[in-house]
């Protein structure tokens, strides 16, 4: 992070250094945003960073997606990437959390509490067997004890999926599709083999993720000098996006598409030009 002196300016406001058992605080638990984002932007790990980003994401009416972080929030909220790239590592091998690739961008992957997806799992589950869809409770129970909890990587083949899920039913390919239908898997277009796992109902948000990257830095790039002070940013409120300021500004910073100069005035936050 760069410094750059305001002679102008009032002395700035201090970050705190979170530890997991605060991360539950009442301001966040309520719902409560006057907190300012530069006091709590960055964290002293991963995890922390993780948990406290969960616990702030946006309450979205009607949203059927569990709290997801963006990798790129993560690089945003803890000073060393390769820090960041092992801790998530090591958090994913330890099926603590799941990482999707997403459609928005090349580098674009969610973060999820395994134990968020494993719930939205069986409410998708209880949905379909609702419609009394044959064999649906036996196929979402084998594609969570056995797949899921096997596969790990954000991709699968078509023949190790149907090794896995053998292990419980004998494959059909109407089990397959009942999957795709539900969100959980789509086809690479790369590969027809493969298959990424998804997100279900997740579109929505991904919608809006272009739509607030983009209002965010045509913002800015109105701006006489393209810039704005985080304090005075964060207070904005976008039209095309129910995702928060918050959860932008902090995307749009780790994938550096903005950069942070610290001042006397507090956080600048400048488009970038490289």
Same mark, same amino acid.
């Given at each position: ?58 309450? $979205? ?77 036996? $196929? ?11 596969? $790990?990587?954000?991709?699968?083949s078509h023949h190790e999926l149907c ?98 100069f610290q001042t006397t005035s507090g ?8």
């Amino acid at each position: 992070m760069e410094k750059v002196t305001n002679p102008e300016a009032s002395a700035g406001g201090k970050k705190r250094r979170l530890e997991e058992d605060e991360v539950g605080c009442s301001h966040v638990a309520n719902g409560d945003q006057s907190f300012s984002l530069q006091d709590e932007l960055t964290f002293s790990d991963t995890s922390v960073a993780l948990r406290m980003m969960r616990s702030q994401f946006p309450r $979205i009416d009607q949203a059927s997606v569990p709290p997801f972080i963006l990798q790129s929030q993560l690089y945003s909220s803890v000073n060393d990437r390769t820090q960041v790239d092992r801790e998530l590592e090591l958090l994913r091998r330890d099926k603590i959390v799941r990482v999707f690739k997403l459609n928005t961008g090349q580098d674009d992957h969610a973060i999820i509490f395994l134990d968020d997806y494993l719930n939205q799992v069986d409410r998708i589950a209880k949905r379909m067997e609702d419609k009394n869809q044959s064999d649906t409770a036996t $196929i979402f129970k084998w594609f969570k004890e056995h797949v899921l909890d096997s596969k $790990i990587e954000p991709n699968i083949s078509h023949h190790e999926l149907c090794t896995l899920l053998s292990l419980g039913v004998k494959v059909k390919d109407a089990h397959i599709t009942l999957l795709i239908n539900a969100g959980l898997l789509t086809r690479q277009l790369i590969d027809p083999d493969m298959y990424w796992f998804t997100i279900p109902s997740i579109g929505k948000l991904l919608k809006a993720l272009r739509q607030g990257r983009k209002e965010l830095l045509s913002l800015l790039k109105r701006k006489r000098h393209k810039e704005m002070f985080l304090a005075q940013l964060e207070k904005k409120r976008l039209r095309y996006s129910p995702l928060d300021m918050r959860f932008h500004i902090r995307d749009l910073i780790g994938s550096r598409h903005l950069k942070t100069f610290q001042t006397t005035s507090g956080l600048l936050l400048r488009l970038s030009t490289d």
